[in-house]
């Protein structure tokens, strides 16, 4: 905000620019404080953001403020240069000058403020991506996680299935080896009976027997080969 300049004579002026180099230093410290504030945060909370936003404005109120103060400083250089007495010259001359001196005091040490400023935001700025890169990469472990759970119970289930067919080749390889030890004994029987000379009827009704006993282990096989294929067909 701008202040009057009094009157318009030297004296007000420089009173004008006294008081806004008071203002400008209080301003100019508030802004110091506000940034230890954020300094001390590790990150830009919500609080953080309002207390962001307030110094941006104060900021560039002090600015304005050094503008007011320069362009005073013109006007007042302006002035002196037309006083008569060379003693009273060059007393404003040098207070001029100090005015000067002060507000390009100021405005170097508001650009410091800004560009510190303008660093933090952005290293808080960074460590939020950081963080949010990190939480992204935690998901992906997790579903590489489930992937190799699901892998894992593919390969048990491999497992079980293997483990199956080998039951079922065993028992298959089992009963083979009985059906021939049933035939060497069908035939040891048809020799005796024969021997004892049974009618051709009995030995019939033996060889229907043996067919009917040939159908069950075909069926007998294929339904084990059923049941392995729907075990199997079910854990995929």
């Given at each position: 905000?701008a202040?009057?300049a009094?009157d318009g004579s030297l004296?007000g002026?420089y ?15 508030r ?5 230890y504030?954020l300094?001390s945060s590790s990150s830009l909370?919500s609080?953080?953001?309002v207390?962001?936003g307030?110094?941006?404005?104060q900021?560039?109120?002090?600015r304005l403020d050094?503008?007011?103060i320069?362009?005073?400083c013109s006007?007042m250089d302006?002035?002196?240069?037309s006083?008569p ?13 100090q005015?000067?001196e002060e ?5 170097a040490?508001?650009?410091k ?7 933090q935001?952005?290293?808080a700025?960074e460590?939020?991506e950081l963080?949010?890169?990190a939480?992204?990469?935690?998901h992906?472990l ?9 892998m ?7 497992r079980v299935?293997?483990e199956?067919?080998?039951t ?6 089992k ?5 021939d030890?049933?035939k060497r004994?069908?035939?040891k029987a048809?020799?005796?009976?024969n021997t ?10 033996i ?13 007998g ?6 049941i ?5 067909r079910?854990?995929?």
């Open positions: 905000m202040v009057e009094g004296s002026l009173s004008s620019s006294k008081r806004l180099s008071l203002k400008v230093r209080d301003s100019l410290e802004l110091e404080r506000s940034e504030t300094k909370s609080s953080n953001a207390v962001s307030s110094s941006d404005e900021a560039t109120t002090i050094i503008n007011q320069q362009s005073l006007d302006r002035l002196w240069r006083i007495s060379k003693p009273q010259r060059d007393i404003w001359k040098r207070k001029v000058e005015v000067s507000a390009e005091s100021f405005r040490s508001l650009d403020y800004l560009s510190r400023h303008q660093k935001i952005q290293e700025q460590r939020a963080l949010g890169r939480s992204g990469d935690s992906v997790r579903i590489f996680d489930e992937e190799a759970q699901a894992e119970s593919v390969r048990r289930s491999s299935l293997e199956s067919f080998a079922g080749v065993a028992i298959l390889s009963y083979s080896e009985q059906r030890h049933l004994a069908q035939r048809l020799d005796v009976l004892l000379g049974l009618s051709n009827s009995l030995l019939r009704l060889e229907r027997r043996n067919r009917v006993d040939k159908w069950i282990k075909y069926a096989m294929i339904l084990t080969v059923i392995l294929i729907v075990f199997w079910w854990t995929r």
